[in-house]
């Protein structure tokens, strides 16, 4: 309907009287003002966040079986929002991990004692992953590196003693990085765990010509 018309309607008689007709113009509105009706929408809730998510909350918790249901019927669609949230957020997950390891620890072993046979399933993946790795190790292997290495970690700035060291590979298994004596480097238990599948070399030049004359050489080396 033209709007001018619609303009002086409501000078004669009452423009709104009739359901369908007071309808119609509602969504008539609505579509034409989409974009500032977002805006708006948007303002507002930056303005009262804080009352929103609480009554939010009130709703969830007096409502937590139509939550459910709704979490439920709609789950595909909250895995990939929540998949596009995760991806744009990468450093502040990450930030928010190094930050509350403590409760992530307790969390992970509360969950691996709930659920032994996920637990057993994570563990039989991982083992799988380091077969399918090229190469193998041995603790004699491990000796060798702790003569060219050193045995404190190998992180720069840090200067964790002897004691506390993990075998970290330098290209992660979860990369598809070796298990060859070549793909290690001694780091302390919290390098490690910090260095997570990050591929960071931290061996000098030197140590690591001594390293692959060590293991790559083992023919002419044994004699
Ligand atoms: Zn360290």
Known sequence: MDRGTERADIGDHMPYA?????????????????????????????????????????????????VLMWRRTHRERIIALKRIYRSAHKKEERAYR???REQFKAYTKAYRKAHPEKRREIDHRRRARKLA????????????????????????????????VAVDHIIPLAKGGSNQPTNLQLLCLRCNARKGVQRIDYRTEEQRRKIFRAF????????
């Open 216 to 223: 790559q050489l083992p023919l002419f080396g044994a004699a």
């Open 133 to 164: 790795a090229h190469g193998s190790w041995s603790a004699k292997d491990l000796l060798v590196l702790r003569g060219i290495l050193g045995t404190q970690c190998l992180r720069p700035d840090c200067c964790t003693p002897t004691d506390r």
């Open 98 to 100: 190094v930050a509350h």
């Open 18 to 66: 009739d359901p369908k007709r007071k309808r119609e113009q509602a969504k008539g509105y609505r579509e034409a003002h989409r974009e500032n009706d977002r805006a708006r929408k948007k303002a507002n809730y930056r303005l009262h966040s804080e009352g929103i998510k609480a009554a939010h909350k009130a709703y969830r918790a007096t409502n937590q079986k139509k």
